[in-house]
């Protein structure tokens, strides 16, 4: 399938060259894009030695779609995976979900920032990214690479930031949209600009009747579910040197849940409900002294939660109570100084974090403070350079300190070379810390580093660990490390002519000090071990991205990128080149030596992955068609296909779930400037994979009447 | 609860050397390779017993005497001796490749010193349990490179390699029906260490 439009791709392409080139001018409008996650300033995508990339809210309105991860994984390199912890041992739903994996790393390294601010709640390191309404987005940014120097913690594969709107006029619109699942979603959204001060509202409400991807199990594979959002935001320009921004945040969503469990080897029937909700306050002033210096000052705050209620439906007694809390403050002040090519950032902010779980004991607090700066020179018309670093002061672990190093180089007027090398950090979460959870059915423990001491009291002082074994070592808990990183990216921006665009980048991550769990050196008096975690793994991902943008002629556009890549266990490497690691025959059931040649690298990881994006418009008619295909190669995943093979890493061909295509089409029709018709069909060729990716319907159909006033 | 040995078609109790020894004379050969399989139901609350000198199943009225080595239950492994029996059967567990142990230890064995501190690590995602779960099927399977040396209810010597561990399921049940192990050894019958 997508070998055949690639090809189809390059006859255009032929064709085109012999055409008078007096069209589009897409390449200058990706290199002009002005972006700010690089380097927390405004600057133009041509400037910055960094790989960056921007979905605009006319991509986001073209596409119909109004789910943000349906949206990032139609982008280059970035591709959806489900976290494999998500199938808890009972078979409950999916309680983790899916996220972003960008170059080759986890959902858990990928920053995601609103209005370069962070989202909380990770849950197993994901982020729901449905609490963000599309209708909101004025863009999207996705910077590659560590760049913690900038914004700290988690953002070691890169960071995604959702810029929303900004109120530019008195404007009223909306969409309503009616899809497969029942799924019903009405969003109003307006303008309204008073004097110095301008606002922009939006409200949200959309509900889906959830689906069911394997019949022969009870209950649908992702229950139904309702949300509500309301967006806020405020912008008061008292003179030319200061404005102030209010937004408020708020997302609240409801699932119904119905589902089987197995009660003490007796299957029960569960009814209950799963609430999530999303509430963000953000305040920022923002004061320019004369044309070489100005300060933004900014207080931000977010609460997350999500509980839910299982009640056994044969009684309708109380089954199990889950609580998740999480909040965050966080005051900041950003100094810029200097003239724009000379730009010194310079920034302080404290953070304060806590979490309330019935699962983490009592809340749970974490303080940090940070400091950043950045400069950037640019030395002559061909060379800029940035440089920086940030220091974080935590309360639970060493500082850190990550620096990070750009330089960009203009060859020529169509050539930039970008090259970065980048130190990034993941802190110990809350669960990593803090978890002291018995589990009841199975028998075992798993106690966060920090809670040791308080865990195997409890344990002792309940008989579950027998008053022999000596617990001294671990009284006062013990300490992690965060998960260190060292990123590199080398890319060139290749403008071929006004209508054809290339980039590449190529990447190398090596992160150092996995947090994993681990046996602790005794078992309970049940028989059963208890777990923690420490510092132990260490990995690396590697590979290349290509992306071409190509404009035929004023109707038809091409976009299309391929992105490779190797990712393994370094200590894994390491067992099988001193003969440590065997796997069983899948016939004979013996044991055998792992030879290198046989591992091939991490869980969950596609080796190819492409996209490619085909847009039409017709201008006498008013209308377009999208076509976006997204192909995910072949990756491992422990256990599919029964192909347990006696050890947990990838060597066995059975251990590859097959690759797939997502192929989307919408149709969109504008009746006149104030109404417009989308109609769209999702996952054309119908691919559906219950078991890893339970979130991903088979084909969907889709109406969406729009308005704008 | 009714115990069915099933599923057997792998048994092949093969006497070594049959023809090749007897140029050699007099010399009788007194190991036994032996690969099977016996099946636990899932239901079971209790052990299901083998012995490696009968190469058979041992039934449940058996199973306070020292006539078994090894018994099955779930994901626990237990050897007759100590907490578990009246034999004197222990276990070292070895890593590593199962064809070139040659030879048993005669000292350094792990016996089930209380029901549940058992010489054969069972917990589930330990690195140091005699199998690999896998949290998405919540299969187990015997970790790879990793062998007994079992010391027998009645003192002999054998080593001991699990290959699999199948469950039986019924199309839309929630539990498989029965567990099949399959595993193989070599059974040295004369009371030395020696298994070549």
């Not at chain 1, 959702?162 to 019903?184: C, H, L, W």
């Not at chain 1, 071409?548 to 391929?562: C, E, G, P």
Request: charged share 20%.
């Amino acid at each position: 399938m997508v070998r055949k439009f690639i090809l189809f791709i390059a006859v255009c392409g032929f064709y085109s060259s012999l055409l008078a080139q007096d069209v589009a001018d897409s390449t200058d409008k990706i290199l002009d894009e002005v972006v700010v996650t690089g380097t927390r300033t405004e600057n133009k995508v041509r400037n910055l030695p960094l790989p960056i990339q921007v979905i605009s809210a006319k991509t986001i309105e073209k596409s119909g779609i109004e789910d943000l991860l349906q949206i990032l994984q139609m982008q280059t390199g970035l591709v959806v995976a489900v976290n494999p912890l998500g199938v808890s041992l009972q078979g409950y739903p999916n309680p983790f979900g899916s996220g972003i994996q960008m170059q080759g790393m986890d959902p858990a390294y990928s920053l995601i920032l609103v209005d370069g601010e962070p989202l909380t709640g990770r849950n197993g390191g994901i982020l729901n990214l449905s609490r963000i309404t599309t209708a909101n987005i004025s863009r999207i940014e996705i910077l590659k690479g560590p760049a913690t120097s900038l914004y700290g913690s988690d953002a070691l594969a890169g960071v995604i930031n959702i810029i929303t709107k900004v109120p530019e006029k008195n404007s009223f619109n909306g969409r309503i949209q009616y899809a497969s699942n029942n799924a019903m979603g009405i969003t109003l959204s307006g303008g309204i600009i008073a004097g110095k001060t301008s606002i922009q509202l939006l409200g949200r409400r959309y509900q889906n009747d959830g689906w069911d991807l394997d019949k022969s199990i009870y209950g649908k594979t992702i229950d139904p579910y309702t949300d509500y959002s309301f967006d806020v935001k405020t912008i008061t320009k008292f003179d030319k040197k200061n404005s102030l921004t209010l937004s408020a945040r708020y997302y609240h969503d409801k699932q119904n849940n119905n589902y089987l469990i197995d009660e003490r080897g007796k299957p029960e029937v569960i009814n209950g409900n799963t609430y999530e909700e999303d509430k963000s306050l953000y305040a920022k002033w923002d004061r320019k002294i004369n044309d070489r210096l100005n300060f933004v000052a900014g207080l931000y705050t977010i609460g997350y939660d999500n509980h839910s209620n299982a009640f056994l439906k044969s009684n309708d007694s109380l089954y199990e109570k889950i609580t998740f809390n999480q909040y965050l403050i966080k005051p900041e002040v950003q100094v810029n100084i200097g003239p724009a090519d000379q730009l010194l950032v310079t920034g302080a902010g404290y953070h304060h974090e806590s979490v309330k779980s019935s699962r983490y004991g009592r809340d749970r607090i974490m303080d940090s403070w940070f400091l950043f700066l950045q400069k950037q020179f640019v030395v002559n018309e061909k060379l800029n350079i940035i440089a920086g670093g940030r220091y974080d002061k935590n309360s639970l672990y060493a500082a850190q300190f990550s620096p990070k190093l750009a330089a960009g180089y203009k060859v020529n007027s169509n050539l930039i070379l970008k090259g970065s090398v980048g130190a990034g950090f993941k802190a110990p979460d809350f669960r990593q810390q803090f978890l002291d959870f018995s589990n009841s059915l199975v028998g075992y423990t798993i106690i966060g580093a920090r809670e040791l001491g308080n865990g195997l009291t409890r344990l002792k002082r309940t008989g579950l660990l027998s008053e022999s074994i000596d617990i001294t070592p671990y009284l006062n808990g013990l300490e992690l490390s965060p998960e260190r990183s060292v990123g590199y990216n080398l890319g060139i921006d290749f403008t071929y002519s006004s209508n054809l665009f290339f980039r590449v980048n190529l990447f190398r991550n090596d992160v150092n000090h996995l947090i994993e769990t681990y046996n602790l050196p005794f078992n309970q008096t049940n028989g059963k071990a208890v777990f923690s975690y420490q510092n132990i793994d260490r990995v690396f991902t590697e590979g290349a991205e290509a992306t071409i943008n190509y404009s035929l002629d004023k109707n038809w556009k091409f976009i299309t990128s391929y992105n490779y890549l190797i990712a393994k266990d370094k200590d894994v490497v390491d067992e099988i080149r001193s003969g440590k690691l065997y796997r069983r025959d899948p016939i004979t059931g013996y044991s055998h030596i792992v030879r290198l040649s046989d591992y091939k690298g991490l869980y969950n990881r596609s080796k190819h992955t492409a996209n490619l994006n085909v847009q039409y418009t017709n201008h006498e008619w008013d209308a377009s068609a999208l076509l976006s295909v997204k192909y995910r190669g072949r990756y491992g995943f422990q256990g599919i296909n029964n192909s347990t093979d006696g050890n947990t890493i990838l060597d066995d061909p059975r251990e590859f779930a097959k690759g797939y295509a997502l192929v989307d089409l919408v149709l969109c029709k504008e009746l006149n400037k104030n109404f417009s018709l989308q109609a769209g069909v999702d996952n054309i060729l119908d691919y559906t994979q219950p078991a890893l990716l339970p979130a991903q319907f088979g084909r969907g159909y889709f109406i969406n009447v729009n308005f704008k006033f | 609860m009714k115990m069915k040995k099933i599923a057997l078609p792998l048994l092949s109790i093969v006497l070594l050397g049959a023809g090749l020894t007897s140029c050699k004379d007099k010399k009788v050969e007194t190991k036994v390779v032996v690969t099977d399989s016996i099946a636990w139901n899932f239901q079971s609350s209790h052990h299901v017993f083998y012995s490696l000198s009968e190469g058979k199943e041992i039934t449940l009225a058996d199973s306070a005497t020292a006539k078994w080595d090894i018994g099955f239950n779930l994901a626990t492994i237990i050897l007759n001796s100590h907490a578990s029996g009246p034999g004197q059967a222990g276990v070292i567990v070895k890593t590593g490749n199962y064809e070139s142990a040659t030879s048993a230890p005669t000292d350094g064995y792990s016996y089930d010193t209380t029901a549940l501190q058992l010489a054969i690590n069972s917990n589930p995602f330990s690195p140091n349990a005699w199998y690999v779960y896998d949290p998405v099927t919540h299969a187990f399977s015997p970790k790879a490179g990793q062998y007994f040396i079992v010391k027998t209810a009645d003192g002999k010597y054998a080593k001991l390699e699990m290959i699999s561990v199948i469950p039986v399921i019924d199309p839309g049940a929630l539990y498989p029906k029965t567990l099949i192990y399959k595993f193989r050894y070599t059974y040295q019958s004369n009371g030395s260490v020696n298994f070549n």
